[in-house]
Each structure stands twice: as structure tokens, then as C-alpha cells.
Nanobody, 121 residues
């Protein structure tokens, strides 16, 4: 599966952004999807994940209550709605697909190219 992330940009603290990740292929619903981010000089970390049909979601403590992940299997797209953004949310955001439910980076086999989010104070 090929993934294409979009929706990043510049936003002031307290603002919102909605990231999208479009997947190619007809097996999108076979994959758990995750959003990850990597800030300069830091390791890549998970932001959130969603199961195949969106029944279960996971959020990192650092974003819990401020972001929501969703998916539309008819459109082969997963979304990350981010609200109340903080400067520490500044990072390149990646979407990824995994054949099993996982929150660890190593289980995600397919990765998008990343979209940059910059939050100014």
C-alpha cells in the first residue's frame, strides 16, 4: 500500500489542523493505521492509531484530548484532527499502515512521506 499525507502547515498556538492520509490499493481496510511525528533532534513517536474499522483508537498521552483520528475506508483515507495546538506539536507528521494492531513504530510496514506542521507561539 502507498500512502500520501497532506494537510500540514503553519498555525498559531491554539489553532487547529486536519491531516489526511490517502492510501492506494483496495486493501486499505485490512490495515491498522497510525499517525506518528518526528521533531528535529528527536525520535519518531506515535501520535495515535486506529483499528481496521475504526472501532478502537489509541492516543499518546501528550496529545490525548486534543486530537482525534478517524478513517473512511470508502475513500481509503485516514484523518488526524488536531486542536489546541502547542509549539511542542511542531514536527513532521507521518501516516503509516500495519498488518496488525500496534502502537510501536517497528510494526508499521508502510509509511507516507510526511507532512510538516509548525506551531508558533
Amino acid at each position: 500500500v502507498q500512502l500520501q499525507a497532506s494537510g500540514g502547515g503553519w498555525v498559531q498556538a491554539g489553532g487547529s489542523l486536519r491531516l489526511s492520509c490517502a492510501a492506494s490499493g483496495r486493501t486499505f481496510s485490512s490495515y491498522a493505521m497510525g499517525w506518528f511525528r518526528q521533531a528535529p533532534g528527536k525520535e519518531r513517536e506515535i501520535v495515535g492509531a486506529i483499528t481496521w474499522y475504526g472501532v478502537t483508537t489509541y492516543y499518546a498521552d501528550s496529545v490525548k484530548g486534543r486530537v482525534a483520528i478517524s478513517r473512511d475506508n470508502s475513500k481509503n483515507t485516514v484523518y488526524l484532527q488536531m486542536n489546541s495546538l502547542k509549539p511542542e506539536d511542531t514536527a513532521v507528521y507521518y501516516c503509516a499502515a500495519a498488518a496488525r494492531w500496534a502502537t510501536q513504530t517497528e510494526f508499521y510496514r508502510y509509511w507516507g512521506q510526511g507532512t510538516k506542521v509548525t506551531v508558533s507561539s
